[in-house]
């Protein structure tokens, strides 16, 4: 008996082609795929545009919510100086008056200067005038270091200009001139 031929089938190594978005599916179906991710991909960037208009008009109103609450907060500052401002005319008023007196001038600036300083205080304005107290870099500027008998050495011999801090912040820092001790070569 004779063999018969074998019928060979030429073998590969390729993969049969599929479609790569769900394999084992038609054709048809990757097409309605990519419309819906066409489709999700739209509703996606619209989420995006209307998210980037949200955020600048959020941007918008906190800025002019901001601008709002400074005018709003300088119009109480200024409504507390009004009074300081009519005193004080009243005491220009007296001085160009003939019978002026020196004295009661000098006292009536000085109750407008108190005037003054009460309403910048209520809105947490604090003066710093650290006469005599141990000198504190963070709080006060040395201008100039003198010798001082009567004042310990690093504390504060004299106030040339005062500081002022708003609500703990420091505002201008007091100007001031620092006792460097007894002079040297002085018994004391």
Known sequence: MMNEPETLEPKSNVPPIVDPVVEGQPVADGVSQLAAAKAEAAANYDKFVRTAADLENFRRRAMRERDELRTAATGRVLEDIFPVLD??????????SPTADIKSLVGGLEMVLSQFKGALTNHGLKEINPLGLPFDPHQHESISHQPS????DEHVLNVV???YSLNGRLLRPAAVVVSSGPEKGVVV
Request: a positive charge; aromatic letters at 0%.
């Open 161 to 163: 200009r005062t500081g």
């Open 149 to 152: 008998a009567g004042v310990k």
């Open 87 to 96: 005193t004080l005319t009243l005491a220009i008023g007296a001085a160009k």
